[in-house]
């Protein structure tokens, strides 16, 4: 299933933001079996890696860090967050 | 002669930051006609640059930022009272509000695609005010957030009056021995202020953008301590130096190249 993050703001950056975006995902996000969750940036304009490294720290602990993808962007602020995150 | 007087006008820019026709006339001991003959050459060569009107116009250094309030608020103010609004958040939600406004940067020069970057610098800068001082500040909470445009270049300042970067990251770490070593742990190493949370990334990703780039830089002063990463850093540093009374916070300043 996919995640539209634009639902979650233009701009996200801080950590209470990504903290509070992953527990409204957890409420709402439910996929079925081993389907996976897509994270979609289109429509963001900037990403932060404490932002990102929240909400993927959420997802990954409840789904597994097979099951959470980022999908594919130009956004320089997402390929860099997930250079210092995915380390 | 003409060359050994504009070296002169351009020294006095330089150190003070900012000069008035007068004070060069004064200072120099030659005409105001002649002085301005000299400052018009100079601004039309590219060297220097006036802003304000009238008798309130000053002369700068092309490119260089105005950062004679910043820095005062982080050195000296104590008084909240005496905060200027325009520049200071004093929330989070404030600072998160004012980083949408970096959008209008696109107009000024700004790649389109490198407003992410930008924002995202800022955004780190920014929340590791709040991160790490949060309930903590000393007197004044919030962050002084401020651009400026000038000569294609970007200058992005932050600001905040809370601990400081080697309070929160001794009490991580006890063996990190002062502020300059503080700094380059924030920057260089995985080390988080709020440990055990699983942080310290954020400015790590800072640095690794800005050294990217051959156009960025960055410098950074807690206390007595002071760094600079990128190929322009030097230029962030010699700003931040500029002032002699260290930040009682941290302080940021990022060089961003327009053109």
Partial sequence: MKIDLKQYGAILTSRPAGREAALAMKTHVKPAGGEKIELDFDGVVSVGPSWLDEVLSALRQDYGRDRVICLPTKNLSVIESLKVIDI | ?259
Wanted: aromatic share 6%; hydrophobic share 35%; net charge positive.
């Fill in chain 2, 1 to 259: 002669m003409k060359t050994q007087t504009r070296s002169k006008i351009l020294q006095i820019i330089q150190k003070s930051g900012g000069t008035r026709p007068s004070e060069l006339t004064r200072e120099l001991g030659i005409s105001p006609q002649a002085i301005h003959r000299h400052l018009r050459y100079m601004v039309e060569a590219g060297q220097i640059e006036h802003r304000g009107r009238g008798p309130k116009t000053r002369y700068y250094i092309a490119g260089a930022p105005q950062l004679d309030q910043a820095l005062h608020w982080c050195a000296t103010v104590a008084n909240p009272a005496e905060s200027p609004r325009e520049n200071l958040c004093e929330t989070r939600d404030v600072f998160t509000a004012r980083l949408s406004h970096l959008s209008a940067l696109t107009k000024t020069g700004l790649k389109e695609e490198e407003l992410p970057l930008v924002i995202s610098v800022a955004g780190e800068i920014g929340n590791n005010c709040f991160d790490h001082n949060l309930g903590n500040w000393r007197d004044v909470p919030g962050c002084w957030f401020e651009t400026q445009s000038t000569a294609g270049r970007l200058w992005i300042c932050i600001a905040d009056r809370g601990q400081g970067v080697f309070r929160s990251l001794n009490r991580v770490d006890p063996s990190i021995p002062d502020e300059q070593a503080a700094l380059i742990t924030a920057f260089e190493k995985t080390l988080s202020g709020r440990s055990p949370e699983n942080r310290g990334n954020g400015l790590k990703f800072v640095r690794n953008i800005i050294v990217a780039d051959a156009k960025r830089g960055i410098a950074c002063r807690s206390g007595a301590g002071l760094v600079e990463y990128g190929p322009l850093g030097r230029d962030c540093r010699i700003e931040l130096a500029r002032y002699p009374d260290p930040p009682v916070g941290t302080m940021t300043l990022v060089l961003w190249g327009l053109i």
